[in-house]
């Protein structure tokens, strides 16, 4: 295992029954990682992350946190993992530093005022320690999910769509606590969600699975930078260059033409230059040239590959 890496998987499988939900996945996290977990409903997302945190096991296939197998140091990789598996849950009538006390007695952590303080701060949440949970919004719920995940001070953080059901408040503010995390805190942190672009503004390496396995894996910003482009093409003479594109090698690949004088052609990055060239021939001047690449265009163009 890689001194830099976190968590290896490597040919990782589960099966129930016939039922294949995941098929020899590999991935790999690296200190310091937003790592974006994506696939479709049905991926295998939701049964890895049960595998990682060792709640199902494996049918075969090796996971190792920290460079040691989870098959045999479970206890020491928990103890330096925080997670939010599924949507937390709190004892409503209480505050939120009697929940925590309460949550970490019942992970046989006796924890000090101090501890839980510093937990609540993390989450922007200290000022409201001894507010009662019932007076909390569901984006403070989530963040004192993510309170209680930090209580221990982990290492990796795995966080089970933490946005889900958020409105675009609540989803900003778990963006930059996420962000805060990794830059302050220096966490790892591994993050499943189906919300696409906020992976793209906050992740910087991902994988996408679909059917029980990655797909593909890597940097956020090279796969994006890779492939097809929907590349925008300002011009002086919109109606000219749909004459002169309609009769053209390009006209299979012209998304449309916007009401601002852009043409949007799908292009690799390597047919940008021959397109622009093109035009220019054909007399038409071009303002300005941009590229646009969405996690959500790409995603969908690997799932329904």
């Known amino acids: 295992m890689d001194r830099n890496s976190i968590i290896e998987i490597r040919s990782l499988c589960k099966s129930f029954g016939q039922f294949k939900a995941v098929y020899n ?31 199902i096991t494996p049918t075969s296939g090796s ?39 309460i949550l970490g007695k019942l992970n046989s952590i006796d924890l000090s005022s101090k501890q839980i303080h510093r937990s609540l701060d993390q989450v922007g949440l200290l000022d409201r320690a001894n507010s009662k949970v019932k007076t909390f919004s569901y984006g403070m719920k989530q963040r004192l999910g993510i309170a209680q995940a930090l209580l221990h001070d982990p290492e990796l953080i795995v966080l089970d769509e933490p946005t889900n059901g958020l409105d675009p408040v609540g989803v900003k503010e778990i963006r930059e606590l996420i962000l805060k995390l990794r830059t302050e805190q220096q966490k790892t942190i591994f993050l499943s969600s189906h919300i696409l672009p906020e992976v793209e503004l906050i992740a910087n390496r991902m994988v996408i699975i ?16 890779s492939g097809m482009l929907t590349v925008n093409f300002s011009i002086d003479d919109a109606e000219k260059a749909k004459t002169v594109l309609k009769e053209s090698q390009f006209a299979s690949s012209v998304l449309g033409f916007s009401a601002d004088s852009n043409v949007h052609i799908k292009l690799s990055k390597e047919r940008i230059a021959e397109c622009t060239s093109f035009l220019v021939d054909h007399g038409i001047g071009i303002d300005g040239i941009s590229s646009t690449r969405s996690l959500e265009e790409y995603f969908l163009s690997i799932t329904r590959s």
């Open 210 to 225: 679909n059917k029980g396995t990655a797909v593909i894996e890597g940097s956020v910003s090279e796969l994006l930078n």
């Open 63 to 101: 996971i190792s946190v920290f460079g040691k197998p989870l098959t045999t140091h479970r206890n020491h990789i928990l103890a330096g993992i925080g997670a939010i598996v599924e949507k937390p849950d709190f004892y409503l009538y209480l505050t939120a530093e009697e929940n925590l006390r």
């Open 25 to 55: 996945l590999d991935l790999t996290v690296n200190k310091g990682d937003i790592y974006g977990f994506l696939g479709p409903n049905g991926a295998g997302k939701s049964t890895t992350i049960r595998m990682l945190m060792s709640l």
